[in-house]
T-cell receptor, first 115, second 107 residues
Framework: GAVVSQHPSRVICKSGTSVKIECRSL??????MFWYRQFPKQSLMLMAT?????????EQGVEKDKFLINHASLTLSTLTVTSAHPEDSSFYIC???????????FGPGTRLTVT | AQRVTQPEKLLSVFKGAPVELKCNYS??????LFWYVQYSRQRLQLLLR??SRESIKGFTADLNKGETSFHLKKPFAQEEDSAMYYC?????????FGTGTRLTIIP
C-alpha cells in the first residue's frame, strides 16, 4: 500500500513553454502533498506544500507564479512549470502525506530538461 | 530555522564491518528525526523514525538531544545496504533533508 505515482517520468521541453507534472496517491487519500526539487548530488529542497482544495504554501525563494500547484482532489496534485527556462531543468519529486504527522510517501520523480 | 547536516557525502565500508552514518540537526523546538533510504533506481523510502524506536533491516538510530545528533548505525554491513541515505528533520509541519550520504559496501 501507500503508493505514489508521478507522470511523466521524463520530459523535455523547449524554453518558454510550460510543462505539467502529475502526482497521484494510488491507494490512499492524501490531504497534503509536497513538491520537492533535487539538483544533481544535492538534497531535496521543499518547494511547496499543497492541501486539497486550498492554495499551496510556497517556501521562501520559490516563485509561485512560475511553479503553479493545483491540488484539486485527495489523490491528485499537479505542478506546472510555466515559461520554462534551462535553469528550471531538475529532478522534481512529489510526496503525499498521511494522517500520521510527518509521514510522507514519495513518488519516483520527474526529470525535466529544458532546452 | 531548521537544518540537517550530514558531514559525509561518501562512505565505504567492508561487508561485515560496522556502519555509522552521521546526522546532526539544528532546531529550536522538539524535533522528530527520520532516516530515509534510496536504493539504486528506486524512490525515496522511510527507513526509520526516532519515535518508533525500532530496528529496520538491522539499522538503529538514537536521538541524542544533548549532541543534537541522530546517527544511523548497523553492527554488520551487508552488500544490500549500499544506497543513498538521507537524514530528515520534521518541524513546522515539513521535512528538512540533509544532503545525504552515499554508502557503499565493499564485498
Amino acid at each position: 500500500g501507500a503508493v505514489v505515482s508521478q507522470h511523466p517520468s521524463r520530459v523535455i521541453c523547449k524554453s518558454g513553454t510550460s510543462v505539467k507534472i502529475e502526482c497521484r496517491s494510488l491507494d490512499f487519500q492524501a490531504t497534503t502533498m509536497f513538491w520537492y526539487r533535487q539538483f544533481p548530488k544535492q538534497s531535496l529542497m521543499l518547494m511547496a506544500t499543497s492541501n486539497e482544495g486550498s492554495k499551496a504554501t510556497y517556501e521562501q525563494g520559490v516563485e509561485k507564479d512560475k511553479f503553479l500547484i493545483n491540488h484539486a482532489s485527495l489523490t491528485l496534485s499537479t505542478l506546472t512549470v510555466t515559461s520554462a527556462h534551462p535553469e528550471d531543468s531538475s529532478f522534481y519529486i512529489c510526496s503525499a502525506g498521511t494522517s500520521v504527522r510527518y509521514e510522507q510517501y514519495f513518488g519516483p520523480g520527474t526529470r525535466l530538461t529544458v532546452t | 530555522a531548521q537544518r540537517v547536516t550530514q558531514p559525509e557525502k561518501l562512505l565505504s565500508v567492508f561487508k561485515g564491518a560496522p556502519v555509522e552514518l552521521k546526522c546532526n540537526y539544528s532546531y529550536s523546538g522538539s524535533p522528530e528525526l527520520f532516516w530515509y533510504v534510496q536504493y539504486s533506481r528506486q524512490r525515496l523510502q522511510l527507513l526509520l523514525r526516532h519515535i518508533s524506536r525500532e530496528s529496520i533491516k538491522g539499522f538503529t538510530a538514537d536521538l541524542n538531544k544533548g549532541e543534537t545528533s541522530f546517527h544511523l548505525k548497523k553492527p554488520f554491513a551487508q552488500e544490500e545496504d549500499s544506497a543513498m541515505y538521507y537524514c530528515a528533520l520534521g518541524g513546522y509541519e515539513k521535512l528538512t533533508f540533509g544532503t545525504g550520504t552515499r554508502l557503499t559496501i565493499i564485498p
